[in-house]
């Protein structure tokens, strides 16, 4: 017995397309005139064995979602169409075709959905209440076509911004390709996506994005702080000064002298006073012991 290995993958040869999302896509699959009746089919990936049980479309059921099987016996080929395309859709195919004896026969093809785009994409920022100027170039033979430019996030549901504003002014330069729109004022509701263009079939390629934000403009306000340290001035009471009378004076020097020397005595016998006093005049001991007590500062007076 002879045991033959085969690699579970296809093909040799692949072809390869390229497509934009949301855009259509055919991939044509030739067979041979002994094939006429037999079952076609698409499949996902490049692994023939498992490749009928995981169809996305046969023959058999010609429509299913966004795939569509036609067959064209007298061209002898197949065809499969992708609409609405997405970035999900890219990878590889295999087109098969059974065969009631021995292996089914392939052929292969790699796909490649790229995001839609456009010319240019950037980013603008502009300040409300200033103007701000979007540059949008198109190709040379579009010349003569209207030129727009409208705002929405997607450009299917966009709002013609030309025809509906006037602080929008649009300016074409047919020498560069190239036309510009201000906005002469800029508001806050301004902020937003646009794309602008020259086809008004939104063809791939001919067209700007162009994502605007804005700032509010600020005028910077520097406040300085004063520090207020409390100052306390220690103000000396002004004893009055009268005009010295001579015999007054002399009269209190003489009653100062006199005190002092009684204060200085009566401080030297404070406490036999105090004993004498107590006992000859009772009914007087609280003034004694007040006076007595007094003599200290007398004494220093």
């Known amino acids: 017995m002879l045991l033959i290995l085969l690699t579970d993958s296809c093909c040799d040869h692949s072809a390869k397309v390229q497509r934009y999302e949301e855009s259509s896509v055919s991939f044509s699959c030739p067979y041979e005139s002994e094939y006429q009746n037999s079952l076609k089919y698409i499949c996902r990936g490049n692994q023939p064995s498992v490749c009928l049980q995981h169809a996305l479309i046969s ?3 010609k429509q299913k979602g966004q795939f569509t099987l036609t067959d064209d016996m007298a061209s002898r080929k197949f065809t499969l169409t992708i609409t609405s395309l997405t970035q999900n859709n890219s990878g ?4 098969g075709v059974h065969r009631n004896t021995g292996l089914d026969v392939f ?3 790699e796909l490649e959905v790229k995001e839609w785009c456009c010319v240019m994409s950037h980013k603008l920022s502009g300040i409300v209440g200033r103007p701000v100027t979007m540059q949008c170039p198109y190709p040379p033979q579009h010349r003569d076509n209207r030129k727009f430019l409208c ?7 966009c709002k013609d911004m030309m025809t509906s504003q006037s602080r929008f002014m649009l300016q074409d330069d047919v020498t560069s390709s190239s036309f510009s729109v201000t906005i002469t004022e800029l508001k806050a509701g301004d902020a937003g996506t646009y794309w602008c263009g020259s086809d008004s079939q939104w063809s791939v390629g001919n067209y700007t994005k162009i994502q605007l934000s804005l700032d509010f403009q600020q005028t910077s306000t520097v406040m300085s702080t004063i520090n207020v340290v409390p100052t306390f001035t220690m103000v000396e009471p002004v004893r009055s000064q009268a005009t010295p009378i001579p015999g007054k004076e002399i009269k209190g020097a003489c009653v100062r002298a006199c005190m002092r020397a009684s ?6 016998f404070r406490k036999c006073i105090f004993l004498l006093c107590s006992v000859f005049f009772p009914q007087m001991q609280h003034s004694f012991t007040l006076w007595v007590s007094l003599c200290p500062l007398c004494c220093s007076y």
Request: net charge positive.
């Open 92 to 95: 590889s195919y295999l087109c």
């Open 59 to 61: 023959s058999d059921n």
């Open 151 to 157: 705002k929405g996030d997607h450009r299917k549901n």
């Open 107 to 109: 052929s292969a093809f």
């Open 263 to 268: 204060c200085a005595w009566l401080c030297v």
